[in-house]
């Protein structure tokens, strides 16, 4: 696989001065156009034998092009904050925006290929990490992002040379470590696991590009070539894509776009898990009091414990609309130690959460180890009010169970107690609840008139709902269905759950 990047390939410093300043024009025009477009991000991981220019092609892209719109990131060990949460945290939280450009160094393929190597990986453990990878990347293209991948590769005898020579220049010995020397003698061993890197995650999408890094003029020509025509052809799609759009009427594009809506046969009521719910349920007063105070106090044991051995809870609350998710919410919270607790209310994306994918802004809230996090609504408004009210497309809805589900399992893999509970009401309940509040001064501004436009797409969201359980309930990350008709019940049920779920993480 690395044999035609060990041919040794030269480009002359004359012909270099020649043709890098239309590179660089090319470059800087190719990157104001992306700016303009504003739909994709531009990502570029540099991976490679240690020695072979990765550094300084980063630097040269940077001086080539304007660093403002350029977001540089190298990663090392990570740091006590990173090892807290789960492991793509950190470069979930440094993805680009749309229409910037992210150069990556020492990004989510180092430590894989790095544990291989030594022997710290089994197959069976490398491929699935890779696997994960490779569910990242595909997430990230299938929301339109562009990626490049660069595998900067010397022979042995190359990078012991490249090093050495490193080493003898007193301005640059800096940049040879113990660890290079280290890596250069299980030389074979990484090649091996980087050719099983490249041969599992090379994609359509997400494609490894093999360069040669003995000469520095011949890589960053390559390189600078590489990066060019891929964002030229995709910025050829999108012009031709938006002249097609402006010949076609307004009615046939929006066809296309949109997503069929859901139905059921006419004057019937759609069967859905929902449906089959006992919305009788319910507590008195005199036991409510007794249990709240019970579950509050096993709840608030519980979470101490889990504090002092690092154990996070999320929990995920989605429901109708006055279903009781904001009391639910504050009955936990008033077991909780404010210091360690957060509510994160989700509504529409902000400008700055619309220029990434969908999961970033959820990635980013993920809190420190030994804290509660609670989000009111979630990442589930892909597959609920986005499917429903046609802002998302069918494929990107569809395809968004997955992406939901790998996202959950790495949130379990990192031991979080994740806990999804679905508050439900009868269609009944609410109009009796959205009239309450009509009249409750203190209530009053809780009722929107989006609140009753979702209520006449009832049957539609009720479909949505039992097709997300469908697929996203799993055995790590299930569902919990709310019986919620009675408050009293439901805000019961609620805590002891959580109680449940936390004491089987802490063995009690």
Same mark, same amino acid.
């Given at each position: 696989m690395f044999r035609t990047a060990e041919l040794g390939r030269k480009i002359s410093k004359g012909e270099y001065k020649t043709e890098a300043p239309l590179l660089r024009q090319q470059l800087l025009e190719a990157q104001q156009a992306l700016r303009k477009y504003n739909k994709s991000?531009?990502?570029?991981?540099?991976?490679?034998?240690?020695?072979?220019?990765k550094g300084e092609t980063v630097n040269l892209l940077n001086e080539w092009m304007d660093p403002r719109w350029i977001t540089t990131r190298a990663y090392d060990?990570?740091?006590q904050e990173e090892? $807290?949460?789960?492991?793509?945290?950190?470069?979930?939280?440094?993805?680009?925006?749309?229409? &910037?450009?992210? #150069?990556?160094?020492?990004?989510?393929?180092?430590k894989p290929v790095l544990e291989r190597a030594h022997k710290q990986l089994s197959d069976i453990e490398f491929d699935d990490r890779l696997q994960q990878i490779l569910a990242f990347e595909n997430a990230l293209v299938d929301d339109g992002a562009i990626i490049l991948k660069f595998w900067m590769h010397l022979s042995k005898d190359a990078q012991k040379k490249r090093l050495t020579t490193l080493e003898k220049?007193?301005?640059?010995?800096?940049?040879?470590?113990?660890?290079?020397?280290?890596?250069w003698k299980k030389y074979d061993h990484f090649l091996e696991a980087a050719e099983r890197v490249i041969m599992r995650t090379s994609t359509g999408g997400a494609p490894w590009n093999i360069i040669e890094g003995g000469d520095a003029c011949y890589r960053g020509l390559t390189v600078g070539g590489?990066?060019?025509?891929?964002? $030229?052809?995709?910025l050829n799609h999108w012009k031709q894509k938006?002249?097609?759009?402006?010949? &076609?009427?307004? #009615?046939?594009?929006?066809?296309?776009?949109?997503?069929?809506?859901?139905?059921?046969?006419?004057?019937?009521t759609p069967v859905t898990l929902l449906s089959s719910l006992n919305m009788d349920n319910a507590l008195s007063k005199k036991v409510y009091k007794s249990e709240l105070i019970k579950y509050q106090g096993i709840l608030n044991q519980l979470h101490r414990k889990a504090r002092e051995r690092g154990i996070s809870t999320l929990l995920v609350f989605e429901g109708a609309d006055a279903a009781g998710k904001g009391g639910a919410i504050r009955r936990i919270?008033?077991?909780?130690?404010?210091?360690?607790?957060?509510?994160?209310?989700?509504?529409?994306?902000?400008d700055e959460e619309r220029v990434h994918h969908y999961l970033w802004r959820f990635w980013r809230h993920l809190s420190r180890a030994g804290r509660f996090t609670i989000f009111d609504r979630s990442w589930y408004g892909r597959v609920l009010v986005e499917r429903v009210e046609q802002f998302a497309r069918e494929k990107e809805w569809r395809r968004a169970y997955a992406e939901i589900n790998d996202f959950e399992s790495q949130l379990v893999e990192h031991n979080i107690v994740l806990v999804k509970f679905w508050v439900h009401i009868d269609k009944d309940e609410q109009l009796e609840r959205f009239?309450?509040?009509?009249?409750?001064?203190?209530?009053?501004?809780?009722?929107?008139?989006?609140?009753?436009?979702?209520?006449?797409?009832?049957d539609e969201y009720e479909l949505a709902v039992n097709d997300m359980v469908e697929h996203t309930s799993t055995r790590s990350n299930p569902w919990v269905l709310v019986e919620g008709n009675d408050k009293l019940y439901s805000r019961i049920k609620v805590l002891k759950t959580v109680c449940e779920h936390l004491g089987r993480a802490l063995d009690e």
């Amino acid at each position: 696989m690395f044999r035609t990047a060990e041919l040794g390939r030269k480009i002359s410093k004359g012909e270099y001065k020649t043709e890098a300043p239309l590179l660089r024009q090319q470059l800087l025009e190719a990157q104001q156009a992306l700016r303009k477009y504003n739909k994709s991000p531009v990502i570029i991981i540099f991976a490679g034998v240690d020695g072979a220019g990765k550094g300084e092609t980063v630097n040269l892209l940077n001086e080539w092009m304007d660093p403002r719109w350029i977001t540089t990131r190298a990663y090392d060990l990570p740091t006590q904050e990173e090892q $807290e949460r789960p492991e793509m945290w950190r470069y979930w939280r440094d993805l680009p925006a749309n229409g &910037k450009i992210g #150069l990556f160094l020492s990004s989510w393929y180092s430590k894989p290929v790095l544990e291989r190597a030594h022997k710290q990986l089994s197959d069976i453990e490398f491929d699935d990490r890779l696997q994960q990878i490779l569910a990242f990347e595909n997430a990230l293209v299938d929301d339109g992002a562009i990626i490049l991948k660069f595998w900067m590769h010397l022979s042995k005898d190359a990078q012991k040379k490249r090093l050495t020579t490193l080493e003898k220049d007193p301005r640059l010995s800096w940049r040879v470590t113990k660890k290079d020397w280290k890596h250069w003698k299980k030389y074979d061993h990484f090649l091996e696991a980087a050719e099983r890197v490249i041969m599992r995650t090379s994609t359509g999408g997400a494609p490894w590009n093999i360069i040669e890094g003995g000469d520095a003029c011949y890589r960053g020509l390559t390189v600078g070539g590489i990066i060019l025509n891929t964002i $030229e052809k995709q910025l050829n799609h999108w012009k031709q894509k938006t002249e097609a759009e402006a010949h &076609k009427p307004e #009615l046939e594009m929006r066809a296309e776009d949109a997503t069929p809506p859901l139905t059921t046969q006419a004057n019937t009521t759609p069967v859905t898990l929902l449906s089959s719910l006992n919305m009788d349920n319910a507590l008195s007063k005199k036991v409510y009091k007794s249990e709240l105070i019970k579950y509050q106090g096993i709840l608030n044991q519980l979470h101490r414990k889990a504090r002092e051995r690092g154990i996070s809870t999320l929990l995920v609350f989605e429901g109708a609309d006055a279903a009781g998710k904001g009391g639910a919410i504050r009955r936990i919270t008033a077991a909780l130690d404010a210091r360690n607790v957060q509510v994160i209310p989700i509504a529409a994306p902000t400008d700055e959460e619309r220029v990434h994918h969908y999961l970033w802004r959820f990635w980013r809230h993920l809190s420190r180890a030994g804290r509660f996090t609670i989000f009111d609504r979630s990442w589930y408004g892909r597959v609920l009010v986005e499917r429903v009210e046609q802002f998302a497309r069918e494929k990107e809805w569809r395809r968004a169970y997955a992406e939901i589900n790998d996202f959950e399992s790495q949130l379990v893999e990192h031991n979080i107690v994740l806990v999804k509970f679905w508050v439900h009401i009868d269609k009944d309940e609410q109009l009796e609840r959205f009239k309450a509040r009509e009249v409750t001064p203190h209530k009053k501004w809780k009722l929107t008139d989006e609140d009753w436009r979702n209520r006449e797409k009832w049957d539609e969201y009720e479909l949505a709902v039992n097709d997300m359980v469908e697929h996203t309930s799993t055995r790590s990350n299930p569902w919990v269905l709310v019986e919620g008709n009675d408050k009293l019940y439901s805000r019961i049920k609620v805590l002891k759950t959580v109680c449940e779920h936390l004491g089987r993480a802490l063995d009690e």
